[in-house]
């Protein structure tokens, strides 16, 4: 009798054993069965675009455009990886002589972390017909700024071109969060 009772005792524990081990294995199984989901790209567009007025010297007037055109560029922050924003930057349907830099200044608003980064204007392909879509057309530039709130403002360099002015109008805003 004694040793049937030690018998059930054993089963039972076994039992026991066996299950409580099991649930983990079962739920870490389930787990990599559905991986968390990577988050998708997101692109926000600035909330306020950069507008700026470029011209050229009298030296040029000629080849000048009068009264300058009021130029729109509307910069975007695109997120995905963790930590990691690419900013880039689109012309408006305003046709100007001019093609200038944009720059974003940065700032993390969770962790203070804060940069500027230049959006260099790409040299149109002269070695193909272009339309004027491909004239002003800006390089995106990719930046870590960890994960938080980001807050970016945007302004033309501050190097106009060699043969012209550029007046800031008013500078580009955006906010976005990074995961």
Same mark, same amino acid.
């Given at each position: 009798?004694? +040793? ?123 070695? +193909? ?5 491909? +004239? ?44």
């Amino acid at each position: 009798m004694r +040793r049937e009772a030690i018998r059930r005792s054993f089963v039972a524990w076994t039992a026991a054993a066996v299950t409580v081990l099991a649930i983990p294995l079962c739920s870490f199984a389930t787990a990599m069965a559905n991986p968390p989901p990577v988050p998708a790209a997101t692109t926000t567009a600035f909330q306020v675009p950069v507008r700026f007025v470029a011209g050229c010297l009298l030296m040029t007037v000629l080849a000048c455009e009068y009264p300058p055109p009021l130029s729109t560029v509307t910069p975007s922050a695109t997120t995905g990886a963790s930590g990691v924003v690419t900013f880039a930057a689109e012309r408006s349907a305003t046709n100007s002589t001019y093609c200038v830099a944009v720059w974003v200044n940065w700032r993390n608003l969770t962790t203070g972390v804060a940069g500027t980064t230049p959006l260099r204007h790409v040299e149109p392909d002269h070695s +193909r017909p272009t339309g004027p879509s491909d +004239r002003c057309r800006y390089a995106p530039a990719t930046v870590v700024t960890g994960s938080g709130t980001i807050a970016a403002v945007a302004d033309v360099g501050a190097h106009p071109p060699v043969d012209g002015y550029q007046i800031l109008v008013n500078p580009g805003l955006g906010t976005f969060p990074v995961p």
